[in-house]
């Protein structure tokens, strides 16, 4: 079974601050993907960014990006120029590819309350 | 185009009642997934469906169960309801096949539960 751990239960930063955000998962898999999930008051998940673990290039999304080490089992994200709207939990989420093309459920981890200060 | 809707958004029951939610994924997406979310134990996940069937399953106990119809909309239904069931039900759809791979999963905004 694989199991996420998100070390830090709650950050804050100024706004416009650089934070990252501490992601570190355990598995015996060597197919599978990594996902960053922001819940905001609304309660939505929100799909942040993605990595395939067989690509070694740190998966981007405008102001998001990500430090992905397989070997060591890192998977952190960076949030440039934080903002406001920025505040929200963040859930960091592994998915086990099955070799047939499908996908398990995904393991979440706990979660990080991060607060973006005026 | 709409997102994932989940009906009702809130609900509370007795303990010993069922209950049971909705979710209607986004248009094309077949395959359903349905997670927990607690604060003493996170995000769980109860179970996927794809094509009606029942794909994958969390350890969660027999009271939990779920159904897919054929328009890709899913139900879950609890029954005997216990204290420990309050909780965020959160509904998740993604595309069938490899797309859930490069497009994750698209969440509802859940229904919590309260169970008293």
């Known amino acids: 079974a694989q199991t996420v751990t998100q070390s830090q239960p709650e950050m804050s930063v100024q706004e416009a601050e650089t934070v990252t955000l501490s992601c570190t998962y355990d598995?015996?898999?060597?197919?599978?993907?990594l996902f960053w999930y922001k819940q905001p008051p609304s309660r939505q998940m929100i799909l942040v960014i993605r990595?395939?673990?067989?690509?070694?290039q740190n998966a981007t999304e405008n102001r998001f990006s990500v430090n992905f080490q397989k070997a060591a089992k890192s998977f952190s994200l960076k949030i440039s120029d934080s903002q406001l709207g920025d505040t929200a939990m963040y859930f960091c989420?592994?998915?086990?590819?099955?070799?047939?093309?499908?996908?398990?459920?995904?393991?979440f981890g706990k979660g990080t309350h991060l607060i973006i200060q005026p | 185009k709409a997102g994932v809707t989940q009906t009702p958004r809130y609900l509370i029951k007795t303990r010993g009642q069922q209950v049971t939610l909705s979710c209607s994924p986004i248009?094309?997406?077949?395959?359903v997934s349905w997670y927990q979310q607690t604060p003493g134990q996170g995000l769980q996940f109860l179970f996927e469906?794809?094509?009606?069937?029942?794909?994958n399953k969390g350890n969660f106990p027999g009271r939990f169960s779920g159904r897919q119809f054929s328009n890709s909309r899913s139900e879950m239904n609890v029954s005997t309801l216990e204290l420990g069931d309050s909780a965020l039900y959160l509904c998740a759809s993604s595309l069938p096949g490899t797309g859930v791979l490069s497009s994750g999963y698209t969440f509802g905004s859940g229904t919590r539960l309260t169970v008293v």
């Open positions: 598995t015996s898999e060597n197919n599978y993907y």
């Open positions: 248009s094309g997406h077949r395959s």
């Open positions: 469906y794809f094509s009606e069937t029942q794909r």
């Open positions: 989420a592994f998915m086990k590819q099955y070799s047939g093309g499908g996908a398990d459920g995904l393991t």
């Open positions: 990595q395939e673990a067989y690509k070694q």
